[in-house]
């Protein structure tokens, strides 16, 4: 699982916006996506949450660019990858 709530693995996020925020969690998300890919993972969940759907987006564009095929979660909080 690839958690991207942003206090999971930010300490401060007090002073930043959302736009800060957004970058954080699409960085480690591509990092963790690119470590998934190296050890031959076959799938694996991208928690983003269900709030506004901005990073929901945002991670379904970078799923798209790396061409790996993806499903939304019946909540639709989190994301199932299939590699």
Same mark, same amino acid.
């Given at each position: 699982k690839i958690d991207l709530h942003?206090?999971?693995f930010q300490d401060k996020k007090d002073n930043l916006d959302n736009f800060q925020i957004l970058q954080i969690q699409m960085n480690y998300c591509k990092?963790?996506? !690119? &470590?998934a890919i190296k050890r @031959?993972? &076959?799938s694996f969940e991208i928690i @983003?949450? &269900?709030g506004e759907g901005v990073l929901k987006a945002e991670v379904h564009k970078l799923l !798209?660019?790396?061409?790996?095929? /993806? /499903?939304?979660s019946n909540n639709g909080g989190s994301t199932k990858a299939i590699l």
């Open positions: 942003v206090e999971r990092k963790e996506l !690119d &470590i @031959h993972k &076959i @983003h949450g &269900i !798209d660019l790396y061409n790996i095929t /993806f /499903f939304e």
